[in-house]
Structures are given as C-alpha cells and as structure tokens.
C-alpha cells in the first residue's frame, strides 16, 4: 500500500516538473518573439572625444625622498622592536 502511494507522489512530481520547464520554455519563447531585433534602437550612446598628449612625458618623480623617509622610519620600528626585545628578555 505505501509503495503504491510513493509511485502516485513520485509520478505527480514528475508531472509538476515537466510541466514547469514546458512553461519555461514558452516564456523564453515568447519573450525572443517579443524582443526581436532592435537596429537603431539599441545604439545608443554619447560620443566621446579623447585628447592625445603628444609631448615625452617626464616620469622623474620625487620617490627617492619619500622612499628614504619611509625607509628611515621602517628602521626606527626595527630599533624599537630590538629594544623592547632586549628588555624583556629574561636574563
């Protein structure tokens, strides 16, 4: 008796299934039908206009300060790491 009862439920399930991918199917059917093609009507936009620099660019930046500076504090932190290393290292 209860197999009989899990047949009908698992054929229903399949039933519901089938029929939810047909209305799927249709909906994507329909909807193309509906777009079509657009031509025109999908190109839109501004035009857009780009200046060209036409000069040697000059790529000498000022990085050897800012690296020396920062390198100059990456070894005060090491200082202080060191330091308190040292005090609280039990002798």
Known sequence: M???ILNILFLALIVILFIFLVAIIMIGV???E???VGGLKDITGAMQSFEVFHETPNFDNPTKKVSQRYDDKYFEYLEHIKDRREKSFMR
Do not use: S
């Open 30 to 32: 329909f909807e193309k």
């Open 2 to 4: 209860e197999t009989k």
């Open 34 to 36: 509906e777009k079509g």
